[in-house]
């Protein structure tokens, strides 16, 4: 175990934390496998016991390890206790293109299967007049960017319409679900790329999907999902043919 000295410019607590969980995440630290005494451990960061059992609380709390009085800290297998807040971890573990690829593509399956929920959310509980006119406003804003052309705004514009359709739900459970989806793919410089690698498409579903919202029917749904899986396989062929990490 490759374990050392912790990066500067960072908090002890933060950064052994993060080590930690980059060592589990990526296979160095096995499920099953036992952490090294907590003074041992403390030595190969070069931080206090004090400051290492606070990283250690936070693994804890997240699944990735369990204590025993007396026999320390083991290393649990996330994938039975693991959540979504490993999603950056395993995206940043895909580190040829080929695993990126295959990432994005579980990425974009999981948001698809999300968007139908929203959809069919919408088409139970049609959005209020507001809700609607907050949706227009997000495309509009997401057509400005687009003949602006600047990538952080075309990135933070789509965030927008999102969170608008979310809010047209009135589900937290759905906006939840789906906050941890969306900031890994825009969070992600080559996955980002990818998605908003044609914008104009990008904008095109976005007023079809405002059309509908305005007159939300069931029998539609399949349609948009069809439209949002082409749109997703494009993406994953660009993202196919960029330069690997």
């Known amino acids: 175990m490759a374990l050392g000295p912790l990066p500067a410019r960072t908090s002890a607590t933060t950064a052994a934390e993060r080590a930690l969980r980059a060592a589990i995440v990526g296979g160095e630290l096995a499920p099953g496998e036992r952490l090294p005494p907590e003074r041992e451990l403390a030595e190969r960061f070069g931080i206090s016991r004090l400051t290492l059992r606070a990283a250690l609380a936070t693994l804890a709390a997240a699944g990735l390890v369990s204590v025993r ?11 039975d206790s693991g959540g979504t ?8 573990h895909a580190t040829t293109r080929k695993g990126l690829a295959a990432a994005a593509a579980d990425l974009l399956r999981l948001r698809r ?40 705004a075309i990135a933070d514009a789509d965030l927008d319409v999102v969170h608008a359709l979310l809010d047209a739900t009135g589900s937290m459970i759905l906006r939840v679900c789906l906050n941890p989806i969306v900031a890994v793919l825009r969070g992600s410089p080559p996955l980002r790329a990818a998605l908003y690698g044609e914008p104009a498409t990008n904008l095109l579903g976005w007023r079809a999907l405002a059309a509908w919202a305005a007159r939300p029917a069931a029998s539609s749904i399949a349609m ?22």
Do not use: C, K, N
Not at 70 to 77: F, K
Not at 85 to 92: C, I, M
Not at 224 to 245: F, I, K, Q, Y
């Open 113 to 152: 299967h999300l968007a139908g929920a929203v959809l069919e959310a919408i088409a139970e509980r049609p959005p209020s007049a507001a809700a609607r006119r907050a949706i227009d406003a997000a495309v509009e804003r997401f057509a400005r960017a687009v003949e602006a052309g600047d990538a952080d």
């Open 224 to 245: 948009l999902l069809a439209v949002l899986a082409d749109h997703d396989r494009a993406s994953l062929e660009r993202l196919r043919r960029g330069r690997p990490r």
């Open 69 to 79: 009085q007396g026999s320390g800290y083991t290393v649990r297998d996330v994938r």
């Open 85 to 92: 807040d490993l999603l950056p971890e395993l995206v940043d």
